[in-house]
C-alpha cells in the first residue's frame, strides 16, 4: 500500500465500493429475515448510505451525513450470530 494515497484509493475508488455494497445489500435483502429490518428503506438508498459512509471512513472526504451506526441500528439487536452472518454475506 502506497503511504501517500488514501486507503480508499488504494481500495480502487468509490466505484470499488459501490459495486461490493451492491452485491451485499443483493444478498441481505433476499435474506428470509434480515430483509425485515429494511423492508421500509429503498435498496438504492441505502447502498448510496453505506458507500457514502465508508468513503467518508477510508480518507474520501466527510461526505456522509446519516444517522451514525449505533444511532441508526438501535432499532436492531446485533447478536454474534447476526454478526456473522453479516461477516459471511460480505465474504
Not at 466505484?15 to 461490493?20: A, G, K, Q, S, Y
Not at 480518507?59 to 439487536?77: D, E, Q, R, T, V
Amino acid at each position: 500500500m502506497e503511504e501517500d494515497k488514501t486507503l480508499l484509493e488504494n481500495l480502487g475508488g468509490r466505484p470499488i465500493l459501490e459495486r461490493v455494497h451492491k452485491v451485499f445489500y443483493d444478498k441481505l435483502y433476499e435474506h428470509p429475515w434480515l430483509k425485515l429490518f429494511f423492508s421500509d428503506i429503498d435498496q438504492k438508498t441505502i447502498e448510496d448510505q453505506q458507500t457514502d459512509f465508508m468513503v467518508s471512513n477510508m480518507g474520501g472526504g466527510k461526505i456522509y451525513s446519516g444517522a451514525l451506526p449505533k444511532n441508526a441500528h438501535k432499532h436492531m439487536f446485533i447478536d454474534h450470530a447476526m454478526f456473522d452472518l453479516r461477516q459471511d454475506l460480505l465474504q
